[in-house]
């Protein structure tokens, strides 16, 4: 009797600790430094958590934003200066679906003008703020005194955040592809839904690219399976021939072809090949489009 009794305790230990392990994992609130974020800045107040049903508690009017990228919870803390109260910042950690996700709100807000910070896997900051991702985790510094804090003081705090979050400060692998010389690298972007604005496009990557003085924008669509790559594929294609009559697509082996003029994006030149659909847009030479194309999609396939 005794051992059967163990044995039932032992089945219910194992189907309850990994949730266990999960609800302390999202507990984002512990990755808030506490008494104080440094020497000299303590916490003002405590430490609040938002949900999926309370975000917009605190960011009316953008809650919906994080929704798409897997918003999980919110943990929030204000900091002030012990010797000037007027001096304070509010830190938030956004814990996301993914460390893809996280790059994607991080880019969502992030500036071509700001400033690079050595923290987390990729970091920038302005007079008024700082922002950086690691792992699933999204983190922004803002001012919200009087008098800005100042650079080292953010870069302090979001260092000491850093290290209580996840020691994953990898990007994500999808980024590496981009990592070409045309290529813009803070125009680099993670759209969750909704690519270019199709809806067949459910998700990609964007970035801004010079070509011989030329700016075009090229995308990456991500897909589950090279079935689901092509039927997006060919969704676009009739989508542009409603509007468009020449449309050229062209197949060799396992790689498909387009060319057009989008109605809402110009000329156009796409590739799909296993789950992914590769494109430019905005595109005035084509060739040179194609050739960026390639070497994106040489950098997917590891090549």
């Avoid at 996700?101 to 896997?121: E, I, L, P, T, W």
């Avoid at 509007?243 to 796409?270: H, W």
């Avoid at 847009?281 to 050739?291: C, I, L, N």
Wanted: charged residues 25%; contains cysteine.
């Amino acid at each position: 009797m005794q051992k059967a009794y163990r044995i039932t305790l032992m089945i219910i230990w194992l189907l309850y600790a990994p949730i266990a392990v999960s609800a302390v994992e999202t507990d984002v609130t512990k990755a808030l430094p506490d008494p104080a974020c440094i020497e000299d800045w303590p916490m003002d107040g405590k430490v609040v958590l938002f949900d999926k049903d309370t975000l917009f508690d605190h960011i009316n009017g953008e809650s919906e934003l994080y929704f798409p990228y897997g918003f999980e919870a919110l943990g929030f803390a204000r900091y002030a200066n012990r010797n000037n109260p007027k001096s304070a910042f509010d830190a938030d950690i956004y814990k996301m679906g993914s460390l893809l996700d996280a790059f994607g709100m991080y880019a969502n807000y992030r500036r071509k003008d700001d400033v690079d910070v050595n923290v987390g896997a990729e970091g920038t900051a302005s007079p008024s703020q700082l922002l950086f991702y690691q792992d699933r985790y999204f983190v922004r510094l803002q001012a919200s005194g009087t008098t800005n804090p100042g650079p080292d003081i953010f870069l302090a705090c979001a260092r000491a955040i850093s290290e209580k979050l996840s020691r994953n400060t990898g990007r994500p692998k999808e980024l590496e592809a981009f990592i070409i010389p045309a290529i813009e690298r803070k125009s680099l972007r993670y759209i969750a839904q909704s690519l270019l604005g199709y809806d067949f496009f459910r998700k990609g990557i964007m970035a801004d690219a010079i070509l011989k003085d030329e700016k075009i924008q090229v995308f990456l669509v991500l897909e589950d399976s090279g079935e689901a790559a092509r039927k997006a594929f060919d969704q676009y294609g009739e989508y542009l021939k409603t509007s468009e009559k020449n449309v050229q697509i062209a197949q060799m082996q396992q790689r498909i072809f387009l060319k057009a003029r989008d109605p809402l994006y110009g000329n156009v030149v796409v590739e799909q090949e296993g789950r992914y659909i590769f494109g430019a847009v905005r595109v005035k030479d084509t060739s040179g489009a194609q050739q960026l194309i390639e070497k994106l999609r040489k950098r997917i396939a590891g090549e």
